[in-house]
């Protein structure tokens, strides 16, 4: 069975165990989701679910949008229900901001459920995937953890400077860097996933997780947390 949820990263603290241990933790606020569609292997060729997370206003959201979760009236609709086809069921739920799926047996799932982190009181470990903080275009110091140029014997205003890019003879194939090559460049801004994090508490109550160590992101990015494979 799936055990997937969406949620935000509130930000990171330290709680204390039993034996007075102190472990540093992220907050995540982990749903409610709602259940948006079901895939089966007869209707979509793989079995998955589809949750969604944060309501959009109905105002900012396009018709597309507000049809996956309500049904909306349209030509199409009226022409499927004169051949005698039925609508398939919708959540009957706001627009959702934030929407993924998770694949695997979809059992006990259907449209219109909510999750909540109740689903995680019995799990240990989770990945979580979220997009990393953009630091723009960074030289290769901060990219890279280039260590720089010397500070004397002749380096002037080339302190931070990468260097050598380390082209070859052309008979050895030089002439241009390479492909992979540690250069400047756009840093940050990429989906990550961090795998098997221990999850420390779960409060039902505030639709909480807390998971020792870091998670990508800003604190208010939005994470996708479910049970890790790794045994």
């Known amino acids: ?12 603290t330290q709680v204390f165990d039993e034996t007075g241990n102190c472990i540093p933790v992220t907050v995540i606020e982990a749903g409610p989701c709602n259940v948006l569609q079901v895939r089966s292997e007869e209707l979509d060729g793989y079995s998955a679910i589809q949750l969604g997370f944060v309501d959009k206003p109905r105002r900012n959201a396009p018709r597309s949008e507000r049809g996956q ?9 009226k022409t499927r229900a004169t051949a005698g086809m039925t609508a398939g069921k919708k959540a009957d739920c706001e627009p ?3 929407v993924r799926e998770f694949r695997g047996q979809a059992d006990g799932y259907e449209v219109g459920q909510v999750v909540t982190v109740e689903k995680f009181n019995e799990v240990k ?29 002749g380096v002037k205003k080339v302190h931070r400077h990468g260097g050598s890019t380390g082209a070859l003879a052309a008979w050895r194939g030089g002439g241009r860097p390479k492909k992979g090559k540690k250069l400047p460049g756009q840093y940050g801004a990429v989906r990550v996933t961090v795998r098997n994090l221990k999850v420390v508490r779960v409060d039902t109550e505030n639709n909480l997780i807390l998971v020792r160590g870091a998670i990508p992101g800003a604190n208010g990015g939005l994470v996708i947390v479910k049970e890790t494979n790794i045994k």
């Open 1 to 12: 069975m799936i055990k997937g949820i969406l949620g935000r990263k509130v930000g990171m």
């Open 69 to 77: 979760v309500s049904n909306i009236s349209s030509k199409r609709s």
């Open 125 to 153: 470990s989770v990945d979580i995937a979220g997009i990393t903080k953009g630091r723009g275009f960074s030289g290769v110091m901060k990219r890279h953890n280039f260590k720089g140029q010397r500070a004397s014997h």
């Open 96 to 98: 959702k901001r934030f």
